[in-house]
């Protein structure tokens, strides 16, 4: 079993740059794949980017793909998301989660989430 903990978010103007945090708790972090997800009022929760155990691979969406970075310290038992070039439209709450196996795009496949960190990208 792991615990999640995101950290990192905040308000921020467009242009701007934010780093996200996953802070994870046991000694069996680099055993997971972890992923990035976020949810906007009224939207589903969406990928937004994922890594595997090793961090060797690592996917993105489209919309934040050449903006976002994914990484991962297994040392340090934690993930995260350097945000780049923010826009309005990546406002929301940041999730991250945990899987076994491979990473994957699905939200509903990861087996353990954190608790969120909001991100508003607002002028």
């Known amino acids: 079993q792991v615990q999640l903990v995101e950290s990192g978010g905040g308000l921020v103007q467009p242009g701007d740059s934010l780093r996200l945090s996953c802070a994870a708790s046991g000694r069996t972090f680099r055993t997971y794949a972890m992923g990035w997800f976020r949810q906007a009022p009224g939207k589903e929760r969406e990928f937004v980017a994922g890594?595997?155990?090793?961090?060797?691979?690592?996917s993105y969406s489209d919309s934040v793909k050449g903006r976002f970075t994914i990484s991962r310290d297994n040392a340090k038992s934690t993930m995260y998301l350097q945000m780049n070039s923010l826009k309005p439209e990546d406002t929301a709450v940041y999730y991250c989660g945990a899987r076994e196996g491979g990473y994957s795009r699905v939200s509903y496949s990861y087996d353990y989430w954190g608790q969120g960190t909001q991100v508003t990208v607002s002028s």
């Open positions: 890594i595997t155990q090793s961090g060797g691979t690592t």
